[in-house]
Structure formats: C-alpha cells, structure tokens
C-alpha cells in the first residue's frame, strides 16, 4: 500500500484539515491505539509467520501508521488518519470494511514484496 489508502497522509485529514496541531484527549489517544491494534491483529491474520506487523501513533496529532516488514523485499506501510469530525465518535473504532481494506492491502502488498524479491527462482515442492 505505501501510504496510498485514502486516509494516508502526514498531518493531513481526508479533508486536508491540518491534524498536525490537534490535541487528542486521554479517551481518544487511546481509542485511536486500539483501532490502530486492530487492524495489526487482522493483518496478521493474514500472514504467516516471518512477517513482522508494527504500529506507530504519531505525535501530536490524531494519526498512525501501521507497518508490515517482510522476510525478504522492502516493508509496506498503510498510514491512518481519522477525519477530525469524527474524533470524539474514535471510540467506536473503525468501521469493519475499513478496517479489512487496510488489514488486506497491506498483506497484500507484504506478500508481493516477497514475491518480487525472490523471483522465479523458487524451487517447487510439490504439483
């Protein structure tokens, strides 16, 4: 995915409102932490073992960034940015397709990182 989901960006809303000023309450810093955990968890759903799944919420502002390190090619990353309406509604969490877009793209995207890493040099083990 490499940051191109709709609600990517560094200090941009999807309404190119500034998010890099927004103070985020107790409540929603940590409402934002547990959608950004789920969409982790359900990625990893996705992949097997070797795949490293991280997050990082950024500072000062109400987004995050989750990350997939493949075993072999270049990390993917998908970043998140929640529309600043809808802050005080975060506890909610994502909505469910959201959250499998993201989740799936970026697995997606891991999976295709190998594969263009290794070629066609994979020996067959079976037919």
Do not use: C, F, K
């Amino acid at each position: 995915m490499n940051g191109n989901y709709p609600g990517a960006g560094a200090g941009m809303g999807i309404d190119d409102q500034s998010t890099a000023d927004v103070e985020l309450s107790g409540g929603q810093r940590q409402a934002l932490r547990h959608a950004v955990a789920a969409i982790v968890a359900e990625t990893e759903s996705y992949l097997p073992d070797g795949y490293h799944v991280g997050s990082e919420l950024q500072d000062g502002g109400p987004a995050a960034t989750v990350a997939v390190d493949p075993p072999a090619g270049h990390p993917v990353t998908a970043g998140y940015t929640p529309d600043l309406d809808e802050l005080d509604d975060l506890e909610a969490g994502l909505d469910d397709e959201t959250q499998r877009e993201v989740a799936q793209g970026l697995a997606a995207s891991a999976v295709l990182q190998v594969m263009d890493a290794v070629g066609d040099g994979i020996t067959q083990t079976a037919r």
